[in-house]
């Protein structure tokens, strides 16, 4: 029994210590119908200037999903609204057709892209995170949540 609570601890700590989350939010896209004027939106404080943080775009599609990627806009606003934009693709199935990320239902599935590694925001105060859909279909099928991860790098 010591040997098990043992392991468990350690196994535990290590989970621990690989990961710390400075934020992390999903928005539910409505009726699963992501229409490209409906811009995402992530508030967030930071106190810290100095530690590096790696961002992550969360994506959870289903597979009424018609399309293998996702283009996005992806736009950070500064405290001192110094503003910071790109275009990103994340690749959600491969050339046959089979779906990336984790899935619990079967017909859900939840990838999670690396945007930033060790990013370090050089201002305290209020960031703004959007996300845009930039395909150019108006409004896509199968979206069903969109999400923003925040974690301090780990070296």
Known sequence: MKYK?????????????????????????????????????FVFYNPDTVTPYNVYINIRNTNKYPLSNLYLFVTLHTPKQNILKDTINCILAND????????????????????????????KGTYTFTLEQALRITEVLGIKNVGLKIEKAIE
């Open 5 to 41: 609570v043992f392991v468990f601890i350690v196994i535990f700590s290590f989970a621990c210590k690989n990961s710390i989350v400075f934020y992390d939010k999903y928005v539910e896209i409505p009726d699963e119908k992501w229409n490209n004027k409906n811009i995402i939106k």
């Open 96 to 123: 046959k057709g089979e779906w990336y990320g984790r899935t619990l239902l079967g017909y859900v599935f939840d990838n999670s892209f690396l945007y930033k590694r060790k990013y370090v925001f050089k201002e």
